[in-house]
Structures are given as C-alpha cells and as structure tokens.
C-alpha cells in the first residue's frame, strides 16, 4: 500500500518524511520549526516570530493538502523553554477561530537546528 503524501514549497523538510500523509479522512502534518522556506535557514527572533513561522509553515502544507485551518482538529506543540507558552498561546489564539482544536503542549531539552518551538497537526477532511 502507497501512502499519499502532500508536500508544500512552503514548508522544509529537514530529514527523510513527508509535509503531510492521508490516511482515510485524517491528514498528519509532521512538525514544522520555524525554518524560513526562502532561505532554508532557522528564522531568528523570540518566540512570537518562531511561532508564528511555524503556523506560516504548517498552513502551506494544509493548503497543499487541500484544506484550512478550519479542519484542524489536534494541534501538538513542542517548547524548549516552557516560560515562553504564554507568548506562543497568543499568538496559536489568533490562529484559530472558536471552537479551537485539542492541543497538548509539552516541553522538551531541545529541537533540530536549535529551534525554541516545533508545532505538528492533525487534520480531518
């Protein structure tokens, strides 16, 4: 069995996966950091600009996919400093409308090429 995959000029892959892979109705988007498609490098700044990066990143990859934020129905967000989660909540609030999807946000020691946040999805068609 194939899997099928989307993939987005807007977003980076920085190891062997997929932007995004279908199974059935659901749509797995794997964690975007906040790496700049145009540059391919690591977006410098404070956690807002990561943030907002990282939702710049995973959008590209819905649209490719055919969907909106609108069809997101979990969000995973990853923190190297969990001092920085009230700062990343603003800015995930102005992301989505109500009714927000879950979300789990967990911190952890450290992200590829030395990202503060990672945020993965999932989403229903």
Do not use: W
């Not at 892979?21 to 659901?26: I, K, M, R, S, T």
């Not at 410098?44 to 990561?50: A, M, R, S, T």
């Not at 969907?67 to 967000?77: A, G, H, I, M």
């Amino acid at each position: 069995m194939t899997r099928k995959c989307f993939n987005a000029e807007g977003a980076v892959a920085v190891g062997p996966y997929s932007h995004a892979v279908e199974a059935g109705d659901l749509i797995f988007l794997s964690g975007q950091t906040p790496i700049d498609s145009q540059t391919q490098k690591l977006l410098k700044g404070d956690i807002v600009d990561q943030t907002e990066q990282c939702f710049k990143n995973l959008f590209n990859v819905l649209q490719a996919s055919g969907l909106t934020p609108d069809n997101v129905k979990k969000v995973n967000v990853f923190l190297t400093n969990m001092d920085d989660f009230a700062k990343m909540n603003e800015v995930y609030a102005s992301q989505f409308s109500a009714p927000y999807p879950a979300r789990t946000t967990i911190g952890v020691a450290s992200l590829p090429m030395g990202a503060r946040i990672e945020i993965e999805m999932i989403a229903k068609r």
